[in-house]
């Protein structure tokens, strides 16, 4: 498979921020396949699917200390009705760190078909892949994303994805041998709805015992959405309070079943961007909120586990709609895993007062009493392009943020440069 070099050592000049590097020349990325950039042996390593290479799923690995980057093709799409179903940013993979220091990658089509299809890299060489493999969860599914977490306690790795069996519901897969090979669970959120809702999730894990799991009752455009919180450990989800609900076998019968974070309705529907765990272990999360059913005005959200309750907060003005069609796509919110008191934005409107903008910007976000107070900095500014999606990296040790600058107009139609800020 090509692999090949790009050397990044320049600093961006212009009118963003000095201090914003080029990271990869051709990139997007939806917000619910995770981790989407991982540090492998003190490199950062980030997935795309690559608008101007026909729909090529790609891995970037970058080294800060010499500025390198190596991109490795992990599917190239050989037909032209093939480059169109992989030309979509729903199909971005997502990577595992394994415990031996090799990575699994996983990645899928959005809903087209039954497979799931993963690599293992070389050990603690995340440029080096071995032979595309596919996993098939069962003949009838249309699976989308992919958000694979290892559980020590378990020593088993489970891939939380949509679709299994054509439900159009969070399901899951799993494997006892690091990803060599899986078996199919079962649907776990059922939505007893006539029509087929889909409830969005995000996922964060300890890495020992816990998968937490944010999510909404369905699409916005089709429910007014509210947002749910449960936690999986030892066979069994569970309330955030502890209470046991059902085992993951057998799953949520609705999303009701879980807390309760953030009740919506007709003018502020909700949608999940973010959640990591704070240095206690409880949950934080983050969201988007729809004002009004146009796209016109929405809000970012902060929510987070303290004292036996959450506590929920509406944070900063997040703008418009990135395109009409898809009235609840914002330029969206990214914790910081190292530090779940700062947050990262983009917006085209300031986010204290509202004022728009002509493009989105990037601001980072900070709060010393848990929610209530922000302070905001621009961390681009005059941009002649829109910057959105930032994404936080579980590191200490590679970039601090990144996200996709140039122009959306649908999901299935940009060009994206990869971006972000080469430390805090």
């Given at each position: 498979m090509l692999i090949f070099f790009l050397f990044l050592s320049n600093l961006l000049t212009g009118a963003d921020s000095p201090s914003v590097r080029l990271f990869h020349d051709d990139g997007g990325w939806c917000w619910f396949e995770d981790e989407r950039a991982i540090a492998v042996n003190g490199k950062l390593l980030f997935g795309v699917v690559a608008s101007g290479r026909k729909g090529n799923i790609e891995a970037v690995s970058y080294d800060s200390q010499t500025g390198q980057s190596k991109v490795f093709v992990l599917h190239k799409p050989d037909t032209?009705?093939?480059?169109?179903?992989?030309?979509?940013?729903?199909?971005?993979?997502?990577?595992?760190?394994?415990?031996d220091g090799r990575v699994l990658a996983l990645y899928a089509k959005h809903g087209v078909d039954e497979k799931i299809y993963y690599r293992i890299s070389q050990p603690k060489d995340p440029a080096q892949w071995g032979e595309e493999r596919i996993f098939v969860p069962s003949p009838t599914s249309k699976v989308t994303y992919s958000n694979p977490h290892y559980l020590s306690s378990e020593k088993r790795i489970y891939n939380f994805f949509r679709g299994l069996h054509n439900s159009f519901k969070p399901s899951y897969a799993y494997s006892d041998d690091l990803g060599e090979t899986w078996k199919a669970g079962n649907v776990f959120i059922n939505v007893p709805t006539q029509i087929r809702h889909?409830?969005?999730?995000?996922?964060?894990?300890?890495?020992?015992?816990?998968?937490?799991?944010?999510?909404t009752d369905g699409h916005p455009r089709d429910y007014d959405n509210?947002?749910?919180?449960?936690?999986?450990?030892?066979?069994?989800l569970h309330r955030s309070d502890g209470?046991?609900?059902?085992?993951?076998?057998?799953?949520?019968?609705?999303p009701e079943d879980g807390t309760l974070v953030y009740k919506g309705g007709p003018k502020n529907v909700a949608w999940i961007s973010d959640v990591h765990l704070d240095r206690k272990g409880n949950p934080v999360l983050v969201f988007s909120e729809q004002r009004d059913p146009s796209g016109i005005d929405h809000r970012y959200h902060y929510a987070r586990w303290e004292k036996g309750r959450w506590s929920e907060h509406e944070i900063g003005y997040a703008g418009s709609r990135l395109y009409p069609g898809e009235d609840d796509?914002?330029?969206?919110?990214?914790?910081?895993?190292?530090?779940?008191?700062?947050?990262?934005?983009?917006?085209?409107?300031?986010?204290?007062?509202?004022?728009?903008?002509?493009?989105?910007?990037?601001?980072?976000?900070?709060?010393?009493?848990g929610g209530a107070k922000?302070?905001?900095?621009?961390?681009?500014?005059?941009?002649?392009?829109?910057?959105?999606?930032?994404?936080?990296?579980?590191?200490?040790?590679?970039?601090?943020?990144?996200?996709?600058?140039?122009?959306?107009?649908?999901?299935?139609?940009?060009?994206?440069?990869?971006?972000?800020?080469?430390?805090?």
């Amino acid at each position: 498979m090509l692999i090949f070099f790009l050397f990044l050592s320049n600093l961006l000049t212009g009118a963003d921020s000095p201090s914003v590097r080029l990271f990869h020349d051709d990139g997007g990325w939806c917000w619910f396949e995770d981790e989407r950039a991982i540090a492998v042996n003190g490199k950062l390593l980030f997935g795309v699917v690559a608008s101007g290479r026909k729909g090529n799923i790609e891995a970037v690995s970058y080294d800060s200390q010499t500025g390198q980057s190596k991109v490795f093709v992990l599917h190239k799409p050989d037909t032209a009705e093939d480059q169109r179903r992989w030309m979509d940013d729903h199909n971005s993979p997502a990577f595992l760190l394994r415990p031996d220091g090799r990575v699994l990658a996983l990645y899928a089509k959005h809903g087209v078909d039954e497979k799931i299809y993963y690599r293992i890299s070389q050990p603690k060489d995340p440029a080096q892949w071995g032979e595309e493999r596919i996993f098939v969860p069962s003949p009838t599914s249309k699976v989308t994303y992919s958000n694979p977490h290892y559980l020590s306690s378990e020593k088993r790795i489970y891939n939380f994805f949509r679709g299994l069996h054509n439900s159009f519901k969070p399901s899951y897969a799993y494997s006892d041998d690091l990803g060599e090979t899986w078996k199919a669970g079962n649907v776990f959120i059922n939505v007893p709805t006539q029509i087929r809702h889909r409830p969005y999730v995000k996922y964060a894990s300890n890495g020992r015992d816990t998968v937490h799991i944010a999510y909404t009752d369905g699409h916005p455009r089709d429910y007014d959405n509210s947002i749910y919180h449960i936690y999986y450990r030892n066979g069994t989800l569970h309330r955030s309070d502890g209470t046991p609900i059902r085992s993951l076998k057998e799953g949520l019968r609705a999303p009701e079943d879980g807390t309760l974070v953030y009740k919506g309705g007709p003018k502020n529907v909700a949608w999940i961007s973010d959640v990591h765990l704070d240095r206690k272990g409880n949950p934080v999360l983050v969201f988007s909120e729809q004002r009004d059913p146009s796209g016109i005005d929405h809000r970012y959200h902060y929510a987070r586990w303290e004292k036996g309750r959450w506590s929920e907060h509406e944070i900063g003005y997040a703008g418009s709609r990135l395109y009409p069609g898809e009235d609840d796509y914002t330029g969206n919110i990214a914790l910081d895993p190292q530090d779940v008191t700062r947050v990262y934005i983009s917006t085209n409107a300031h986010p204290v007062n509202g004022r728009t903008t002509p493009h989105y910007e990037i601001y980072r976000g900070t709060t010393k009493d848990g929610g209530a107070k922000w302070t905001w900095t621009a961390i681009t500014k005059d941009s002649t392009q829109d910057n959105i999606r930032p994404i936080c990296p579980i590191s200490k040790e590679v970039p601090a943020v990144l996200w996709l600058r140039g122009k959306m107009i649908a999901y299935t139609n940009y060009r994206f440069e990869v971006v972000g800020l080469a430390g805090k």
